[in-house]
């Protein structure tokens, strides 16, 4: 008996691991298969960001600025198109590492689990990544640069954001059918949203500790040296205390980042100053050694390196 339950386990298991190719003329249905849930939501999403914004202005609880929120919208906007543009290139990336594959996993719902949970691992580093290096810093800064904590910091994400695909391939890697992925990535996408406010205090100590929410998130978004690099999870907050990022909020969080911006409202500068500065600092450098230094090093050590020279240290 139990040697034939091991035998249908290890046929189970066979069967999973052993799903067909996706051919090429299979791509534009996959498409449809995976389904823009972010695009979905989008009018919940806004309802309940304008319901934030009216009673911050009512309550007068000055949590939002006019041209820091009208520059979150365009960066917002702006990402949504480039979204749309980049799924089909997404798609097509992801079924050609599939199809390589000597295993793929065959599309079943149940294994969007263990796909999202890897994916939140995937997603902890990448983040992590984005706070230690400065060129992968320079395509999520305009997620940090906002002065004031509200639902509509969500959207600022970079339009350069996909040069952190490299991060998920190893998620890709697993074999997992590419709509499995694009779902797990939406449905993180989706959880962040409700963190990014003030209006939710601390909630029960279980969910602080091991889940994102937004008095967690906003240590990570606080400037202060306690916050800085502080619980990069987002949707659960072990890999935060396994890798000793996590931080309790203590003191209310100081946002935004040290230098200051020339601009709140445009969003191409939004997107490209840190871009801008690295492309003028190796510019100004000399060496090899120096120029990789400014493109690869920490934002932080690199800020201290620069303020040094400024007090003549």
Known sequence: MIMKSIIDLTQQLQDLFAAPEIAVAEISNLEKEAPNIVVYVLPLVLTITIIEFLVSYFLERKNYESEETLGSLFVGAGNLLINLAMKTAMLYGAVWIYNILPYRMAFNWWTLIPCFIIYDFCSYWTHRTSHFCRFFWASHVVHHSADHYNLTVNFRQS????????????????????????????????????????????????????????????????SQEKYLDKNFGAVFMIWDHLFGTFEYEAEKPKYGITSPLKSKIDPFYLNTHEFQDIITDVRQSRGLSRKLYYIFASPDQIAKRKSGKKAGV
């Open 159 to 222: 339009w350069f954001q996909y040069t952190k695909v490299i991060f998920f391939i190893p998620l890709l890697l697993t074999g997992v059918h590419p709509v499995i992925f694009f779902v797990a990535n939406q449905l993180s996408l989706l959880y962040q949203f409700w963190v990014h406010t003030e209006a939710i205090g601390k909630l029960n100590p279980v969910v602080e500790k091991y889940l994102g929410s937004p008095s967690n998130h906003r240590v990570h978004h606080g």
